[in-house]
């Protein structure tokens, strides 16, 4: 069996207290050994010189050598004594005899003198004594006693070692083998706790650091996962890199748009294909601790980015950098459209101002050129002048009705429309405007082209083609080839648009042999703001545009191209009979009357007009100029008037405030509310507050005594 570092310190502890405890028994049992051995040494030396002393002296005192010689040889056969040599009283040696075996650290000599109680000195006697017996005995002592010392501290130290191995050895295994069976998959591990001393304490101690532990750690995971789940979800490409720009992580969005995982590899590299570091970088700045955000454009892939750096400092003192790349590309496209939106509206808001007033001045042109044709011969030559003038104060009022479409800011008004007659406007107008390099070819093979729609939406629809075709071949020139046909569409092929329904059709074809179209452009073509052109060159909602007016029209539209082989776009519309045509405007009889009206308009031209031309009608009439004493006049005299005819712009108080104003007073008034152009009313509220009628300027005499008439006669 492995004995650990604990058991072995254990063992060598034991072993040198053993050691010690040994030497020090063994050195003081050989000293007090040796002292009684000493003692008992000179007693049993100082005995033996008496002896021999007290038994000489009478051999010596009678000479007797003999005598002498027979005790010196007698006492050597004492194991204590080496040697004997006796004196006479001159000093001269008498006899004397000795062992052979006694090395000099043994030998110890004595000499005496022999005296007697009358003659004093006689002799004297040497005596050597060994010592080897002593150091025999006290050797012989010695290692018995190591050897029983030895066996006794051998067997306390076992016991020793049996009892801490069971105290504190064992637990302390059993808590270290714990230990190391704990790892961040596994804390669960627990220490037995056997006894309430020391060590059950300390494993009570470290099963409560362990549930800390496990606690603090699930925790952690937790955490780790929660943050990591965020960043595994986030659409954000998230990454982090060392401090020398080596990728630690990536998140799912990261690996999709770099397409692989580039963990371990230079992140300018990886991320963005370059070879040095990105000219953006703010990595500096993050080492510093620092945590900055700021906008990224990609060089490679012209994308945008919102770019979030933080620092992550380690516990080793390092930091990381954790960046998170957001795409602002649509944000930015977006932002680009809604300026462009803002500059449409902008421009749609001026032109509908524009249109308002311009319906102010035709209004006028209007009524006093009526009004001169009343005053003047029919044979004169005036009047085919007066009626050009009609005439073009007509097609003025439509091209204010085109501007008003185009800001959207009218209704549109459908009606039957003969399409060949736009197309010949158009291809007449583009073919005095396009380079000669462009040739314009029409084919015409129709029976019926009519068409329920509104003409200025069908115009916008042909010259929204027939300008992107010549625009395609501007740089090289080609063809421009404009047909209309008529076809049956059947089920089949209206099952692929949902919107429209099987009949006749007018089948609209406008081709070029420009440049074509990728499949990537013509799967955008017709989404908002999407153009090919440069940048200035185009809005973007032209296809669009024409989309929309096409389906809103009940047709659909079709487009092939290839690149290098030109654009061919095809417009259905369904088409109707002659006989559902509006009727032709009759030269039946202007109605006349002879009630009383009230005319407010805000210009003096206007009201001036007004009051000349409801009189020359047979009406009565109170034309002002301010609603505000308008509304005093009827105040004090309600029952004078029988129809009240205001405009709706006008300082101070409104045509609609004046109208509630004046309903108050009295709820059977009819009112009549014209306007040039308000977007703050249409006939559906001014009809919903009680207004009779909405009359959109300019109006010619007969619309506006139709109107009169209609309305006083409902009251």
């Known amino acids: 069996m492995r004995i650990d570092s604990l058991n072995k310190k254990t063992i060598l502890l034991i072993f040198i207290l053993t050691i010690v405890c040994i030497s020090g028994s063994v050195f003081m049992v ?15 030396k100082e005995t033996s010189i008496e002896v021999l002393s007290y038994s000489l002296a009478p051999m010596l005192d009678l000479y007797d050598y003999k005598q002498v010689e027979h005790l010196i040889t007698s006492s050597l056969s004492y194991e204590k004594i080496v040697s004997v040599a006796v004196f006479d009283d001159s000093g001269t040696l008498i006899k004397s005899a000795a062992k052979n075996n006694v090395t000099a650290k043994d ?7 022999i005296t007697t109680s009358l003659e004093g000195i006689i002799g004297s006697i040497e005596i050597g004594f060994s010592k080897k017996y002593i150091h025999d005995r006290i050797r012989a002592v010695t290692a018995a006693l190591i050897f029983g010392l030895m066996g006794g501290f051998v067997l306390l130290g076992l016991g020793l070692y049996i009892l801490m191995r069971h105290y504190i050895i064992k637990p302390l295994e059993s808590l270290t083998n714990t230990v190391k069976e704990m790892t961040f998959e596994n804390l669960s591990s627990r220490v037995k706790i056997f006894r309430k001393d020391e060590i059950g304490t300390l494993a009570k101690s470290f099963n409560h650091m362990a549930d800390n532990l496990e606690k603090s750690h699930r925790v952690l995971r937790e955490s780790e996962n929660k943050y990591r789940s965020m960043m595994e979800a986030m659409n954000d490409a998230v ?13 799912p969005a990261m690996i999709k748009k770099t397409g692989q995982n580039a963990v371990g590899e230079l992140c300018f590299k990886a991320i963005f294909d370059l070879n040095e570091q990105c000219p953006w970088c ?14 990224v454009v990609d060089p490679q892939g012209n994308q945008f980015y919102h770019a ?5 400092v380690h516990s080793n003192g390092t930091i990381s950098m954790l960046a998170v790349l957001r795409d602002t590309s649509e944000l930015k496209n977006l932002e680009a459209q809604l300026l462009q939106a803002q500059k449409m509206e902008s421009i749609g808001t001026l032109a509908a101002g524009i249109a308002h007033d311009f319906n102010n001045i035709l209004s006028a042109i209007f009524g006093y050129t009526e009004i001169a044709l009343r005053k003047i011969p029919s044979d004169s030559s005036l009047e085919n002048s007066l009626n050009k003038v009609l005439q073009a104060a007509k097609r003025a009022r439509d091209l204010v009705k085109q501007i008003l479409t185009f800001s959207r800011k009218s209704e549109k008004e459908k009606k039957p429309v003969q399409v060949h007659l736009i197309v010949n406007e158009i291809l007449k107008f583009l073919r005095s405007s396009l380079p000669s390099t462009i040739q314009i070819q029409q084919q015409i093979e129709i029976d019926n082209d009519i068409v329920w729609a509104d003409s200025t939406q069908i115009h916008q629809i042909l010259m ?5 075709a010549s625009h395609a071949m501007m740089e090289k020139g080609g063809i421009l080839q404009v047909n209309l046909e008529n076809m049956e569409l059947n089920s089949d092929f209206t099952a692929q648009y949902p919107d429209i329904k099987p009949g006749p059709y007018l089948k609209i074809t406008v081709s070029d042999t420009g440049h074509g179209m990728s499949s990537d452009v013509l799967n955008k073509i017709f989404e908002p703001y999407f153009t090919t052109k440069e940048k200035g060159s185009g809005t973007g909602l032209g296809m669009a545009v024409v989309h929309g007016i096409i389906k809103n029209h009940s047709g659909c539209i079709k487009v092939d191209s290839k690149p290098g082989k030109g654009a061919v776009f095809y417009v259905y519309l369904p088409v109707i009979n002659e006989e559902e045509t509006s009727e032709k405007e009759t030269d039946q009889p202007i109605p006349t009357g002879n009630e009383r009206i009230l005319f407010i308009d805000d210009e003096d031209i206007l009201v001036d007009l007004g009051k000349q031309l409801l009189e020359k009608l047979g009406y009565k009439v109170v034309a002002l100029t301010s609603s505000v004493e308008a509304l005093e006049i009827f105040r004090a005299e309600p029952d004078r008037f029988d129809l009240v005819i205001t405009d709706m712009t006008m300082p101070k108080m409104t045509g609609d405030s004046l109208a509630k104003e004046l309903m108050k007073i009295n709820t059977d008034i009819p009112i009549i509310l014209c306007t040039g152009y308000s977007n703050g009313i249409s006939e559906y509220k001014a009809k919903k507050m009680g207004i009779r009628a909405f009359v959109m300027k300019p109006f010619v005499m007969r619309e506006l005594s139709l109107i009169v008439r209609k309305v006083l006669d409902e009251a």
């Open 30 to 44: 050989s000293q007090i050994i040796e002292k009684q051995a000493m003692n008992k040494y000179k007693l049993d």
């Open 107 to 113: 030998l110890d000599m004595e000499k005496r003198k």
């Open 239 to 251: 990454y982090i890199c060392s401090s020398d720009y080596r990728i630690e992580y990536m998140n």
């Open 282 to 295: 703010r990595h500096n700045k993050i080492q510093q601790g620092k945590s900055l955000a700021f906008d």
């Open 308 to 312: 979030s750096n933080a620092a992550i």
């Open 464 to 468: 929204n083609l027939c300008t992107n």
